[in-house]
């Protein structure tokens, strides 16, 4: 399974929603403490850039010396529509401070120095430690795996249902009798999970792992299509 850290790091350089919190700024607008774009230095500190008059630079800039603490929590939600969407969450919380000339006009980038790490997600929940998020790679398919699954659901509907068979003999008697409905919910470079739904709303999800770790698009296609092959066979 990937580590805690890797997970960590692919929401935080993933597409999922974000928002900042920094003490003494509750009835701030949610939207307001949202980055325009976020990113991960080579030390394992966040890079979130901001409009210039938001409340997240104005209270990093005020702070000056001080240690001015904020939280990024992200939330990660399976990107087709299925019972029980949301997939994880992760907070990434530290010291932040302004960065100087980093980026366009009317924008300030704000670094967040990572002090810890937990995540809350479909593998289970878990501290990460500042050095096991900064050595940690994000997973290669982060970038797409939104459009794979949107793709996956929507034109290889028989193939995701063919893998009810690879469940096992108790299972696979369940499916001839009546095949649920399957949606696939998440993808990495070592496998695909997928969740099986009753009509009576009953669901579990189920993970089949791929024979070997893929680094890219290419490989992808060919453990797919041997996966696909071993559920028909």
Not at 148 to 162: I, N, R, V
Not at 167 to 183: F, I, Q, S, Y
Request: hydrophobic share 40%.
């Amino acid at each position: 399974m990937p580590s805690a850290a890797e997970r960590t790091r692919t929401l935080v350089q993933s597409t999922c929603s974000a928002v900042l919190l920094i003490p003494g700024l509750t009835a701030t607008g949610f939207d307001q403490l949202v980055p325009l774009d976020r990113s991960v230095g080579p030390e394992g500190d966040l890079f979130l850039e901001f409009p210039a008059d938001s409340p997240a630079v104005r209270a990093a800039t005020h702070a000056q010396d001080d240690e001015l603490t904020a939280v990024l929590e992200i939330t990660d939600v399976a990107p087709v529509s299925v019972p029980y969407r949301i997939r994880g969450r992760c907070r990434v919380s530290g010291w932040l401070t302004t960065v100087p000339g980093m980026t366009g006009p009317g924008r300030t980038l704000l670094r967040l120095e990572t002090g810890e790490a937990y995540i809350e997600d479909l593998w289970g929940a878990q501290d990460v430690e500042p050095e096991e998020f900064r050595d940690a790679a994000a997973d290669p398919l982060v970038a797409h795996e939104a459009e794979l699954l949107q793709h996956l659901h929507a034109a290889h509907g028989e193939q995701l249902g063919g893998l009810c068979g690879l469940l096992g003999e108790r299972a696979g008697e369940r499916c001839a009798a009546h095949r649920p409905d399957v949606v696939p919910v998440a993808l990495d470079r070592l496998g695909l999970r997928v969740r099986f739904c009753e009509a009576d709303g009953r669901c579990f999800d189920a993970r089949f792992d791929f024979p070997e770790p893929v680094r890219h698009i290419g490989e992808l296609r060919r453990a797919m299509h041997t996966l696909f092959e071993a559920a028909a066979g």
